[in-house]
């Protein structure tokens, strides 16, 4: 419901400002933001901006993953002997729910060098494809030490 009051705070502010250019709509949701703050003893938000940080803190994970798995690749793709055993590993799940699942295959899928290949019928394991599953236990440790637990903590109420 925050989210929406956020939305519609930096609607506003594009309305009154009379720009809805990206940068002013991204300045305008900031600001709404900082508003939001300003009287979240007020208006109970508490929960909102810690979740908030959350997220923001998965997504800024995923996009360092990406950039390093991209570089990793790219060394991988112009080393004059590939070195490589490509495989697929079972990967226990510790998310739940269908969601979770979902953001963590997705993630595991855009990075480069692995993709998603099938969640098991109960959701106890996702099936990963690596470039180089060498060190399929690496991978693992990798994985829920990273997009699992931070998948996790930002879907905490």
Do not use: C
Not at 7 to 32: E, K, P, V
Not at 91 to 105: E, H, R, S, Y
């Amino acid at each position: 419901m925050l989210f929406i009051f956020n939305i519609l705070l930096t609607l506003a502010w594009a309305t009154f400002t009379g720009s809805f250019s990206a940068l002013n709509l991204l300045f305008g949701f900031l600001l709404s933001i900082f508003a939001l703050w300003l009287i979240r003893g007020e208006v109970g938000t508490f929960g909102y901006f810690s979740r908030s940080r959350r997220i923001i803190s998965l997504i800024l994970l995923f996009l360092y993953e990406l950039v390093m798995s991209a570089w990793r690749v790219a060394i991988l793709v112009m080393s004059p002997k590939l070195d490589i055993k490509p495989g697929i590993f079972a990967f226990p799940l510790t998310v739940q729910n269908d969601m979770q699942i979902t953001i963590l295959a997705n993630m595991i899928t855009l990075t480069p060098g692995t993709l998603s290949v099938d969640v098991s019928d109960d959701k106890k394991y996702i099936y990963v494809h690596a470039i180089d599953a060498s060190d399929p236990e690496a991978a693992r440790r990798d994985i829920a030490e990273g997009f699992e637990k931070k998948i996790m903590e930002a879907s905490q109420p």
